[in-house]
Nanobody, 119 residues
Framework: QVQLVESGGGLVQAGGSLRLSCTAS????????MGWYRQAPGKQRELVAT???????NYADSVKGRFTISRDNAKNTVYLQMNSLKPEDTAVYYC?????????????WGQGTQVTVSS
């Protein structure tokens, strides 16, 4: 099993910044991608950003230019630097890790960390 530990959420004023971290531990074999999703009250979970093993990144249009995803492969850690935060960024943010082992794909989720942006 793989465990994901997230940190860095909190309350911030609009225009402020936060940095989320997520560290994976346990039975890690070959991580293909790490990323962040978010879910606001009454809404479906949505992709925020992902980064694959080669370093390529993908962002939701709503966060492009404001958020930056990065990873430290040696530490199995993914970061999300969030700048110019807006009230609509308020959500629970979930870390996501995908890996392959013996040809089978596996997906893991963190417990979620609350991000609240006040206007």
């Amino acid at each position: 099993q793989v465990q994901l530990v997230e940190s860095g959420g909190g309350l911030v004023q609009a225009g402020g910044s936060l940095r989320l971290s997520c560290t994976a531990s346990g039975k890690i074999f070959s991580i293909n991608a790490m990323g962040w999703y978010r879910q606001a009250p009454g809404k479906q979970r949505e992709l925020v950003a992902t980064i694959i093993s080669g370093g390529s990144t993908n962002y939701a249009d709503s966060v492009k230019g404001r958020f930056t995803i990065s990873r430290d492969n040696a530490k199995n850690t993914v970061y999300l630097q969030m700048n110019s935060l807006k009230p609509e960024d308020t959500a629970v943010y979930y870390c996501n890790v995908r890996q392959t082992h013996l040809g089978d794909p596996y997906t893991y989720w963190g417990q979620g960390t609350q991000v609240t942006v006040s206007s």
